[in-house]
């Protein structure tokens, strides 16, 4: 039997509402390329697992006795993988229209790509800034104190293809050629700065991240956390893991020094 072309990997995590939608919608968007559909469960007390297997795509289900985090589930998913491309897609996403045929027409178009991603909307259709530069310190003094809008933020690259730092994993596209070079993600992070890592370690390798506007995705960001405060998150811990304990504390430190210069600046702009 051939491979497909395409293998798509969701991981749900109460995911029981959003997880028929986006099956639905995998069909029309792949556009012709034979694909199949990998859904890794985090959460198994809901009916995201069952529902997927009853679904028409006959996914293939792996379910987790508990939450192993994102970047776990995602490489228990890629080891299952046969397809030439690895779609990655959350779970509270919906590609619009032939999306997906069009991420993998430009992989195909770009053999030297590491990633694509798509242009994110929430389900407004309001466009969601889903790029940033990796967040260094250099990056932060020269948002903060030069006003550098888009150096320590997500931002969108706007309506042209774009290589890019970082692209969120809400949805990107990755060759499997490419994850077989330089790894799977980084199981230390549970979930958040899974992405820049992975980016960042794209471009050690020489292998770009583009940004291509035309394919569209519905998301809804941070549907799938459900943290009740940022501090009950994970993303400290990600963000220690990431930077180290003598990095993180200097970076710390100029992003407390700058937002209290923004404070003084806002003022005196008040004052004027």
């Avoid at 007390?45 to 795509?57: C, E, M, T, V, Y």
């Avoid at 890629?78 to 430009?106: R, T």
């Avoid at 706007?158 to 790894?183: H, Q």
């Amino acid at each position: 039997m051939t491979n497909p072309a395409l293998s798509i990997v969701l991981v749900t995590y109460k995911s029981e509402d959003n997880i028929i939608p986006l099956l639905d919608s995998l069909k029309e968007s792949s556009g012709g390329y034979s694909f199949e559909v990998i859904v890794v469960d985090n959460y198994p007390l809901d009916r995201s697992a069952n529902l997927a297997q009853k679904h028409p795509l006959k996914p293939l289900v792996l379910i987790n006795k508990e939450n192993l985090g994102f970047s776990k589930a995602v490489n228990r998913g890629i080891s299952k993988a046969k397809g030439e491309y690895i779609l990655l897609l959350n779970p509270d996403s919906k590609p619009i229209g032939k999306a997906i045929k069009y991420l993998v027409d430009f992989a195909i178009e770009h053999p030297e790509m590491g990633a694509v991603a798509p242009t994110l909307l929430d389900f407004s259709g309001k466009i969601q800034p889903s790029c940033s530069k990796f967040p260094t310190i250099l990056n932060a003094i020269k948002h903060d104190f030069i006003g550098c809008k888009n150096c320590f933020k997500s931002y969108y690259p706007g309506n042209k293809i774009t290589k890019v730092e970082v692209a969120v994993m809400a949805a990107l596209l990755i060759p499997s050629k490419v994850i077989k070079k330089i790894g799977g993600l980084d199981e230390r992070f549970f979930l958040y700065y899974e992405d820049i890592e992975y980016c960042r370690r794209l471009r050690r390798n020489k292998y770009p991240v583009y940004f291509y506007p035309k394919p569209k995705v519905k998301h809804v960001k941070g549907a799938s956390g459900g943290f009740t405060s940022h501090l009950k998150s994970p993303l400290l811990a990600s963000a220690r893991i990431y930077y180290g304990p003598f990095y993180s504390t200097i970076l710390n430190a100029v992003l407390w020094i700058g937002h209290k210069w923004q404070v003084i600046l806002r003022r005196k702009r008040f004052r004027d």
